[in-house]
């Protein structure tokens, strides 16, 4: 199965975090192509950054050896992607969300998300 992670379900795989489901756990773990996009990376940056999220500071500043560590997959921010998210019905406003709304219902591919926002966009999630 191919599947699309959200940031803190990178997050809490990169740091081992318990808060990753067992499900989810078993996803990652299986050898299916796993996601990482873009968007992933903006946010956990962003967030660092305006200090929303210093415990992720050590996954910013190890961002691309620990996806190459874990063989995860980049994925890309098309226009397509970028159209669709700001086109999407729902109330839901983060643009980080909607991305990765977008982009899982435009490749196909599950979310791993515990968020449940993303029933909203009406796009298939795992947890």
Do not use: C
């Not at 873009?38 to 660092?48: D, N, P, T």
């Not at 977008?102 to 947890?127: C, K, M, S, Y």
């Amino acid at each position: 199965m191919t599947i699309l992670l959200d940031s803190h379900a990178f997050f809490w795989w990169a740091t081992a975090d318990r808060k990753l489901s067992g499900t989810a756990y078993a996803a990652i773990d299986a050898d299916d192509q796993v996601y990482i996009s873009a968007v992933v990376a903006w946010e956990i940056a962003s967030k660092v950054r305006s200090g929303k999220w210093p415990e992720a500071r050590p996954l910013a500043d190890d961002f691309f050896p620990t996806i190459s560590h874990y063989a995860f997959h980049h994925l890309p921010l098309t226009l397509e992607h970028a159209h669709l998210a700001g086109a999407m019905p729902g109330r839901h406003r983060d643009p980080f969300d909607r991305l990765l709304a977008a982009q899982a219902r435009i490749e196909n591919v599950p979310l791993v998300t515990v968020d449940p926002v993303f029933h909203e966009f009406g796009i298939q999630t795992l947890w």
